[in-house]
């Protein structure tokens, strides 16, 4: 029962800090950080701890789905070098340089430091799309940044589950490490492709939205639960059918679903980021409590650990921009967008899952000396990126000038819906010339988007034929609909402006659905 009101509580004081931080214009996983450490200061309350399978069974999974799922296919086929390139060769080189720090001013044997830098070596996907929501970054920079958080993942926990093995007594040898990783990436994207068609098969013949609404919130959790079963990466499993039912979206789901997972998952989202972000701040005074009681430092070794992923990072954005930009044109200035690729590299849910997978006991069943301080220098660093990047990373990109208008996506969006109805009108007009449909209710129809488009809207009498009006406006909506996908899959959009007319289109033709 506790644990029920503890969770009741987080979602109250996650409302109340997600009302401040809009009103503030801060993060609001940043501030939830700093609000969950201030309650954990307050005496009397009790000490939270956090079981492994909370985070990576429950709450993990729908946050890496949602994340995936808003990528745009079409910009990651066009980032896929850089994103490849951190992806890989950035998680490692961040591995090796907070293992040595970690060696250098911490007693943490070497095995475990090496398991620290695996843990912190990846950028977190879901920090990354809560803070990047609010961000107008240009659409490629943005799944850059995306793109590299949610692949990097494979890379980090093969680092991970090789050094923990070192770290408890394993025995591993070259073999093993390229078979692990075999197992956890290959697998694991094999796991999450099998689901992705299965799921697409399943909702193509789908048309409840309940129904729909149902699969879509288990998706995440098949993949994941799939994938862990066979012992594959069940985080690389999921961001693979994210991914894959992201880009066949426009074709699985009718507009009524498209309108209630809108609805839907945005709250089941809100709730689980506020949840884990909480956790994270509630969690560290705890870990710090005990620290202190044995006497151990860790102060100065998370502060030089944060400094030492910065560095590395910006040393490995740096020339992968350079090279990236080359690529393509116009270019925009490399300093300005090594500054938002390296400030926007936050760690956050996954990290944290993963360090409190370690053990207590090594395999001797011995207890694992230094897993408190692994804990707490992972739960610092997290902590500190989430709150100095998070309360900054607007201002970064603000001052490097890629940021785009506020209204820059609503400003395409209507442009492209004037278009939409120039082309509806051309298809109705064609409907007279070939005396395909009712020469009155064309009429109708041509008459209101005529007057839609010059910004007159005048809402139809109904009538006897109403019937066989709203199924003239709906086949208009479907070939709008039609013509909208072309011009995305065109390259004549952005992502964000196609969402916002593909939602005006499905609430016009659930009101005409309504009646």
């Avoid at 309108?259 to 089941?268: D, S």
């Amino acid at each position: 029962m506790r644990s029920v009101e503890s969770v009741l509580l987080l979602v109250v004081l996650a409302t109340v800090v997600a009302t401040f931080a809009r009103r503030i214009e801060v993060p609001a996983p940043s501030l939830l950080v700093v609000a969950g450490v201030l309650v954990a200061l307050i005496p009397g309350t009790p000490e939270i701890t956090v079981t492994p399978g909370v985070v990576a069974v429950i709450v993990l999974p729908p946050l890496l789905y949602a994340a995936g799922e808003e990528m745009s296919w079409r910009e990651l086929r066009q980032v896929w070098r850089p994103v490849t390139v951190l992806a890989v060769g950035l998680v490692v080189t961040s591995a090796a340089a907070v293992g040595a720090v970690a060696v250098w001013l911490t007693a943490l044997p070497a095995s475990l430091a090496f398991v620290l830098g695996a843990v912190l070596a990846s950028t977190d996907p879901v920090a990354v799309a809560a803070l990047g929501r609010r961000l107008s970054l240009p659409p490629r920079l943005q799944t850059l940044v995306q793109g590299e958080s949610l692949f990097n993942d494979a890379t980090s926990l093969i680092l991970f589950r090789i050094s923990l093995g070192f770290a408890v007594g394993a025995a591993i040898g070259w073999g093993h490490v390229a078979a692990e990783f075999l197992q956890l990436a290959a697998g694991g994207a094999a796991v999450g492709a099998v689901v992705a068609a299965g799921v697409a098969i399943i909702r193509r013949r789908t048309e409840d939205p309940v129904l729909e609404s149902v699969i879509a919130l288990l998706t995440p959790y098949l993949a994941y639960i799939l994938a862990e079963a066979i012992r594959t990466s069940g985080v690389t499993a999921v961001v693979v059918a994210a991914v894959t039912l992201g880009a066949l979206r426009p074709r699985l789901t009718s507009p009524h679903t498209r309108l209630q997972l809108a609805a839907i998952y945005p709250t089941v989202i809100f709730l689980l980021e506020s949840v884990v972000f909480s956790l994270i701040g509630l969690q560290l005074p705890g870990l710090v409590r005990r620290l202190a009681a044995a006497g151990t430092p860790w102060v100065v070794a998370a502060v030089a650990i944060t400094a030492a992923l910065l560095v590395v990072r910006v040393a490995w954005v740096l020339p992968t921009v350079y090279l990236a930009g080359r690529r393509s044109s116009p270019r925009a200035p490399v300093w300005r967008v090594t500054a938002v690729v390296a400030w926007a590299g936050t760690r956050g849910v996954v990290p944290l899952a993963a360090a409190l997978s370690i053990p207590l006991t090594n395999d001797a069943a011995a207890p694992l000396g230094g897993r408190d301080l692994v804990l707490v220098l992972a739960v610092a660093v997290i902590a500190i990126s989430l709150v100095l990047q998070g309360f900054t990373l607007a201002g970064v990109v603000r001052r490097s000038g890629l940021a785009l208008p506020g209204s820059h996506a609503e400003d395409e969006a209507r442009a492209a819906r004037e278009l939409l109805e120039v082309y509806a009108l051309s298809y109705l007009d064609d409907l007279i010339e070939q005396d395909a449909g009712d020469p009155a209710l064309v009429g109708r129809v041509r008459k209101q988007l005529h007057d839609r488009l010059e910004g007159r809207r005048r809402g139809a009498q109904d009538d006897g034929r109403a019937e066989a009006f709203r199924q003239l406006w709906q086949d208009v909506i479907a070939i709008q609909s039609a013509e909208l996908a072309r011009m995305y899959a065109a390259d004549q959009l952005s992502d964000a402006a196609y969402h916002v007319v593909q939602r005006q289109l499905d609430l016009e033709h659930a009101r005409l659905a309504d009646g």
